[in-house]
């Protein structure tokens, strides 16, 4: 079956503009995750969400960052007057529930370059 | 604050040779951990997850193995192949409170040479 899927696989703009970043998951998967790679770095951790419930924002790194899920399935991920910082590979992961049994499955990621 | 350690940081071998690629992480109070394959501009492809109950989870030439209470894991590939050449990623998740984040380690990067 089809995988996670994450648009666009590239995105380039420039210092100060809004970015939104888009995650379709694995149908059927309640859980969404997103994550961030930077250069030189691990992957950390930046929200998730489960069902209806509240999402855990707490690696978001600044208030310039946001996420939505609508219906439960599409996700998306808003950066606000981007900073060069901001650049790298943003990645979204989904799993079934219970989440702490279950794998979360990557999708390709969106690499962000910030002129 | 769980840390990952991923060791060596970088490995090159020569096509055939078996390999070991090792994980160390700061809190042994883990769910799982899960082993990823990561290639050049692309996701996150995952390789062999264990369970904290369990010792070492086996897939093909891989085999993992987890010993939590010293806060240890290793990935062994047998008879390596050139495409086998990727980064290898662990990550753990911990157990109680945010037991849905993966902590990752900042990869390994196999270099398997024909």
Known sequence: ?115 | KQEVTQIPAALSVPEGENLVLNCSFTDSAIYNLQWFRQDPGKGLTSLLLIQSSQREQTSGRLNASLDKSSGRSTLYIAASQPGDSATYLCAVKNSGGSNYKLTFGKGTLLTVNP
Request: aromatic share 8%; glycine share 10%; hydrophobic share 30%.
């Open chain 1, 1 to 115: 079956g089809a995988g996670v899927s994450q648009s666009p696989s590239n995105k380039v703009t420039e210092k100060g503009k809004d970015v939104e970043l888009r995650c379709d998951p694995i149908s059927g998967h309640t859980a969404l995750y997103w994550y961030r790679q930077s250069l030189g770095q691990g992957l950390e951790f930046l929200i998730y969400f489960q069902g209806n419930s509240a999402p855990d924002k707490s690696g978001l790194p600044s208030d310039r960052f946001s996420a939505e899920r609508t219906g439960g399935s599409v996700s998306t991920l808003t950066i606000q007057r981007t900073q060069q910082e901001d650049s790298a590979v943003y990645l979204c992961a989904s799993s079934l529930a219970p989440q702490e049994n279950n794998e979360q499955f990557f999708g390709p990621g969106t690499r962000l370059t910030v002129l």
